[in-house]
């Protein structure tokens, strides 16, 4: 653990980089269970021991040091802070942590490049210099222990200042993951469908259509999936920190009778052939 002067001078490191502290103080919890009518055992646990963190457990403001010193400690800067948590020696009830800003991503949140940064520091870094933090709707983030913080790591953090990806092979990496996994649950279903109407159109035969589709392989569907995708110029977006998506219906438009009458069995794609 740092000392109180090197303390202070990573607080004021960090203060200086996009990113907010919080205050964070473990609820207390039950340590076993008692019979009924017996007193039940609580402990206050050690801030130092969580290997990860609930947004919904950090605070703008320190209960312990409003017991200390009253309500006035509400309004403290972060300097103000980590000095009186060392001379009260209240580490062990209360931190003052550093969540940056671009290293956090959610449902409705963020982006995927702020996502992969956070993955990419929790495969370098680990507890309690950094912890992992999650919340509501699939928010993800890092949490940073000024205490432990280290010049690689504040080195990388003031570097996303510049260029807001930490690594580029990360970044894609997560972003396949993303592409595969609304692929499977969604884009899929949605391609097969645009393809069975599509050839519906083509041929005027549902029961033919649908033959058509349960045919294809799944290399096969998503080759021609890319394929078109690539004629109409049609690229995955993020929609925020943990979504992607991409246009089915302009892709669809993309579909030309050749590539449709490929589908289906050779003597049925002859008899829909123009004379």
Same mark, same amino acid.
């Given at each position: 653990?740092?000392?109180?002067?090197? +303390?202070?001078?990573?607080?004021?490191?960090?203060?200086?980089?996009?990113?907010?502290?919080?205050?964070? =103080?473990?609820?207390?919890?039950?340590?076993?269970?008692?019979?009924?009518?017996?007193?039940?055992? &609580?402990?206050?646990?050690?801030?130092?021991?969580?290997?990860?963190?609930?947004? $919904? #457990?950090?605070?703008?403001?320190? +209960?312990?040091?409003?017991?200390?010193?009253?309500?006035? !400690? *509400?309004?403290?800067?972060?300097?103000?802070? !980590?000095?009186?948590?060392?001379?009260?020696?209240?580490?062990?009830?209360?931190?003052?942590?550093?969540?940056?800003?671009?290293?956090?991503?959610?449902?409705?949140?963020?982006?995927?490049?702020?996502?992969?940064?956070?993955?990419?520091? /929790?495969?370098?870094?680990?507890?309690?210099?950094?912890?992992?933090? $999650?919340?509501?709707?699939?928010?993800?983030?890092?949490?940073?222990?000024?205490?432990?913080?280290?010049? #690689?790591?504040? =080195?990388?953090?003031?570097?996303? #200042?510049?260029?807001?990806? /930490?690594?580029?092979?990360? /970044?894609?990496?997560?972003?396949?993951?993303?592409?595969?996994?609304?692929?499977?649950?969604?884009?899929?279903?949605? &391609?097969?469908?645009?393809?069975?109407?599509?050839?519906? #159109?083509?041929?005027?035969?549902?029961?033919?259509?649908?033959?058509?589709?349960?045919?294809?392989?799944?290399?096969?569907?998503? @080759?021609?999936?890319?394929?078109?995708?690539?004629? @109409?110029?049609?690229?995955?977006?993020?929609?925020?920190?943990? *979504? !992607?998506?991409?246009?089915?219906?302009?892709?669809?438009?993309?579909?030309?009778? =050749? /590539?449709?009458?490929?589908? +289906?069995?050779?003597?049925?794609?002859?008899?829909?052939?123009?004379?």
């Amino acid at each position: 653990m740092l000392g109180s002067s090197q +303390l202070l001078s990573s607080v004021q490191s960090l203060s200086e980089l996009s990113g907010n502290f919080y205050f964070y =103080e473990p609820r207390r919890e039950i340590v076993r269970s008692a019979p009924l009518c017996s007193p039940i055992e &609580w402990r206050q646990p050690s801030p130092n021991e969580a290997e990860s963190l609930g947004l $919904g #457990e950090l605070s703008s403001y320190s +209960l312990e040091l409003c017991r200390e010193l009253g309500s006035s !400690v *509400t309004k403290l800067s972060p300097e103000e802070a !980590v000095t009186l948590l060392c001379e009260r020696k209240l580490w062990q009830q209360c931190s003052l942590l550093w969540l940056p800003s671009y290293c956090m991503g959610g449902d409705y949140c963020g982006s995927t490049h702020h996502v992969a940064n956070a993955r990419y520091l /929790l495969s370098r870094f680990s507890s309690p210099e950094l912890r992992e933090c $999650g919340g509501g709707y699939g928010s993800q983030c890092i949490i940073v222990d000024p205490r432990y913080l280290s010049e #690689e790591l504040l =080195e990388l953090l003031q570097s996303l #200042e510049n260029y807001p990806v /930490l690594c580029e092979d990360e /970044l894609s990496s997560y972003e396949l993951e993303l592409q595969e996994e609304t692929w499977q649950h969604t884009v899929r279903r949605e &391609w097969e469908n645009a393809l069975e109407s599509a050839l519906l #159109e083509l041929s005027d035969n549902e029961e033919l259509a649908e033959n058509a589709i349960e045919s294809l392989s799944e290399d096969a569907l998503f @080759s021609l999936f890319s394929h078109c995708a690539e004629l @109409s110029n049609t690229y995955w977006e993020a929609e925020s920190g943990t *979504t !992607v998506y991409i246009d089915v219906d302009r892709i669809a438009q993309s579909l030309s009778s =050749e /590539l449709l009458l490929e589908l +289906l069995p050779l003597e049925i794609s002859r008899s829909l052939l123009p004379l």
